[in-house]
């Protein structure tokens, strides 16, 4: 009996993952999407309680359905994205499977197809979106001494919110939106400071990262060249960080030169004990069921055009950011890359049949 070979396999089932399954089921193709997680909602489940979105609802939604708008003028809590991801799914029936881990992927040569695997399942797909995102990749610098530090490290994809660091000696590292957000949750509660390399960039009151994301993709775009308003990684005034701001207390210091056992060591050489570093220091994209296709460039990513891999051309990447499409890695981003990117995608399967 014939294998079955599906249109598309979409790997990863969090807000990249849905927007393509939206356009693809719009489309009519015979596709599924295997996710790792045991229910909705991808990354966002992971992130911390208090986290804000830095877009209104209605602007921070996927393609075809609008953000419920909870209240007037507040950005959107975690808990409402991930109603907004489960409903989303249920609403538009999309085929999704978990918990179903993507180990690698293969060329079939004999079935002119890909071929993909958990290590106990395989599927055969004319093309795969690969959308798993970057969140289960956080990035920690290194500093000298890091190693001996006694005191504990945690990077904001494990951060679960302020209760664990009452009265404690707490440094927050990243000059970004989740620096600035944790920040200003923790100093509240904590002998807290906000370290970063550079003093960190703050956009006005009524900027928010609607008018960020269109100025940023203008400028990646080359459509633009104002710098008038700064990159997605400034910082909006979302409600916590503009009470900070205005109680005085937003303001960072420069980044410590190393570790000791105890704690760190500053630049001017004082010494200080450190209870906790929280890092806010980013991610790397999570392709590592990619490694056999043998498509990762040297800095870990994809070569793409329109999302299309340029060495496997049965390969898509979907929502890791500026490089796979500009802005991709939010919200808005990625509603925005399924709808430029998936017709190319649609174009290439009927080339190929």
């Known amino acids: ?128 979106v690969s959308a798993t995102g970057t969140w289960s990749n956080p990035t920690i610098p290194s500093f000298e001494g890091q190693q001996a530090y006694l005191g504990e490290q945690c990077h904001s994809a494990h951060y679960a919110g302020p209760d664990a660091y009452k009265g404690k000696r707490v440094l927050v590292v990243g000059g970004g939106n989740s620096g600035a957000q944790i920040y200003a949750e923790l100093a509240e509660v904590a002998n807290a400071s906000w370290v970063t390399r550079e003093p960190p960039l703050f956009l006005a009151d009524d900027v928010d990262g609607h008018v960020l994301f269109e100025r940023a993709t203008a400028r990646i775009t080359g459509s633009s060249n104002d710098d008038s308003i700064g990159s997605i990684g400034d910082i909006v005034m979302v409600p916590p960080v503009k009470a900070a701001r205005d109680k005085g207390i937003l303001h960072s210091v420069p980044m410590f030169r190393q570790f000791t056992e105890q704690g760190v060591i500053w630049a001017d050489g004082s010494k200080e004990p450190i209870d906790t570093v929280i890092w806010c220091t980013g991610f790397q994209p999570q392709l590592d069921h990619l490694a056999s296709l043998n498509v990762l460039e040297a800095d870990g990513k994809v070569q793409v055009e329109q999302g299309q891999a340029i060495k496997e051309p049965r390969l898509w990447l979907f929502g890791y950011g500026d490089w796979a499409s500009p802005g991709s890695a939010t919200l808005i981003g990625a509603g925005r890359s399924a709808r430029e990117n998936v017709p190319a995608l649609l174009d290439f399967l009927q080339k190929d049949s």
């Open 1 to 128: 009996m014939a294998t079955k070979i599906f249109d598309t396999i979409i790997i990863g089932g969090g807000q990249a993952g849905l927007a393509v399954g939206y356009y693809l089921r719009r489309a009519g193709l015979d596709f599924i999407i295997l996710d790792d997680q045991n229910q909705s909602g991808g990354a966002w489940q992971h992130t911390w309680p208090s986290l804000r979105l830095f877009s209104p609802a209605f602007i921070s939604s996927l393609p075809g359905r609008l953000m419920p708008k909870e209240r007037d003028g507040e950005y959107p809590h975690r808990d409402e994205v991930l109603g907004y991801l489960s409903n989303y799914e249920q609403h538009y029936q999309l085929p999704i499977y978990r918990p179903y881990q993507v180990q690698s992927i293969h060329r079939d040569q004999e079935n002119n197809c890909l071929r993909v695997t958990d290590g106990s399942y395989t599927w055969l797909a004319k093309t795969v």
